[in-house]
């Protein structure tokens, strides 16, 4: 086989065969194509697409192009969710304890966070002690004790996407869906639970911004899952405005326990109610959607989801002290506050320009190299369709760096956009596939 009529095939709008797409894969995973190549290739599917049975190989590919985890050491039905990233997204830390709470095994791997979006690993960290590389051992046997894990995803998880996502990242060839459903479906398929979950982000602050793109995403990922005889689901939300009012590590890790004590924002507890439901629903705990809902209120309100958070910061080494205090958390030096100069409604909020204030004020890194404050962030006083007055705090930037926090701050003011008419309310959960 040979790599420039495989460019060549697809420049001219063939179908790659399923050995063109292996060899392609493996050879750029193992070095011997190099990134010019495989650049080539990636701009002339980014323009010539790929279509299912291509996207579906590419995933095989790069799930096989590393380790693939067996998780049958661990009793039941292993659901894991996914979030195709937003900004102050910290659902994970609330629905993977309530779905716990109701008897689903939640072995998970997430990532860090880079760029405007977070990620819950830095997220964890920000709790005093929290070990999120722990053994693989220690990793099962927490969830058949507890009930929950939660780790970082190890380098071995299909190195082939993160090679290509690297490449894809400086050739302006991410925003492909083949590319995309693909690169996050390999990781899921390598990571070994039994059932996914897919929270699939829309608007603003999304890869996504139409509904139709959102759709065909969460459409593409559902049959790749379904065709490795995994029960997917996919959940089309909004991102056109920040989730809850928290952004940044401790900042959203203090929200989550909020919403696990019954105190949380409206938008964050509905949405890990209903996205606990289905998880519960695909790990057959319950018979349909709606009773898997109910499950997950009854755990929320009885304060076994909040007991069961508590177990699993225990589990790994963390300081539960801190669903008490949150003092414990690293704590921030400077403040400042975003005031707001007249009255009427807040119109917009935008996402993306938040989650990138909140990444300048510290919380965030622009390269996988830089370290992050962990007590950094925006905290939203104000959501869409709020009224405000001359006077009213907007919003409160926190960190350890008055000039990133000063920055940030005149950052997040632009994000705000406001009206005289109240704006129409976006849903919050916009389809189920
Ligand atoms: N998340 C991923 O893991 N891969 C993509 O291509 C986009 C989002």
């Known amino acids: 086989m040979n790599m420039n009529d495989i460019i060549g095939k697809k420049r001219d709008g063939g179908k790659l065969s399923p050995e063109e797409i292996e060899y392609v894969v493996n050879g750029y995973t193992e070095g011997s194509i190099p990134d010019y190549q495989m650049s080539a290739l990636l701009m002339a599917i980014y323009l010539k697409q790929m279509d299912k049975e291509e996207t579906f190989h590419l995933t095989r590919a790069m799930k096989y192009s590393g380790d693939v985890i067996d998780l049958s050491q661990i009793e039941g039905i292993k659901v894991d969710k996914h979030s195709t990233g937003g900004v102050g997204d910290k659902t994970t830390l609330v629905v993977a304890p309530l779905a716990a709470a109701c008897g689903v095994p939640i072995a998970k ?3 860090r966070g880079l760029g405007f ?6 997220k964890m960290e920000s709790i005093p002690g929290f070990q999120t590389s722990i053994p693989a051992e220690s990793f099962m046997e927490q969830v058949n004790r ?3 894990s939660v ?4 380098a071995h998880i299909a190195p082939a996407d993160k090679k290509i996502y690297a490449l894809r990242d400086v050739t302006a060839t991410v925003g492909n869906m083949s590319l995309i459903a693909s690169s996050i479906m390999s990781k899921k398929l390598a990571s070994g639970s039994d059932a996914i979950v897919l929270d699939v982000k829309c608007g603003d602050g999304a890869f996504m911004e139409s509904f139709e793109d959102a759709c065909t995403l969460g459409e593409m990922m559902v049959e790749i899952g379904t065709a490795d005889r995994k029960k997917t689901i996919a959940i089309i939300t909004d991102m056109n405005q920040p989730l809850g009012q928290a952004v940044g590590n401790s900042l959203e890790v203090i929200e989550a326990i909020d919403t696990l004590k019954g105190r949380g924002p409206g938008d964050i507890t509905e949405l890990s109610l209903i996205l606990a439901g289905i998880m519960i629903y695909a790990g057959d705990k319950a018979e349909s959607r709606q009773q898997g809902y109910d499950m997950a209120k009854e755990a929320l309100e009885s304060g076994g989801a909040l007991n069961k958070l508590a177990e699993f910061i225990q589990g790994q080494g963390g300081d539960p002290a801190v669903i008490k205090d949150y003092s414990l958390f690293p704590q ?7 005031v707001c100069h007249r009255s009427g409604y807040v119109y917009k909020i935008a996402a993306k320009s938040i989650g990138l204030a909140s990444q300048h004020s510290g919380a965030g890194r622009a390269t996988k190299e830089d370290s992050i404050d962990l007590s950094a962030g925006i905290y939203l006083h104000k959501k869409v369709g709020d009224t405000v007055a001359e006077g009213d705090v907007l919003a409160v930037i926190y960190g350890t760096d008055a000039e990133k926090v000063a920055r940030s ?3 997040a003011e632009k994000a705000f956009v406001f009206s005289k008419e109240k704006p129409k309310k976006e849903e919050l959960i916009k389809k189920i596939i």
């Open 146 to 148: 507890i009930g929950l």
């Open 109 to 111: 791997m997430s990532g």
């Open 332 to 338: 921030h030096t400077c403040t400042q506050e975003i």
């Open 117 to 122: 979006t977070g990620g819950t690993v830095d």
């Open 151 to 154: 780790i970082g995803q190890t």
């Open 409 to 411: 701050a005149e950052e």
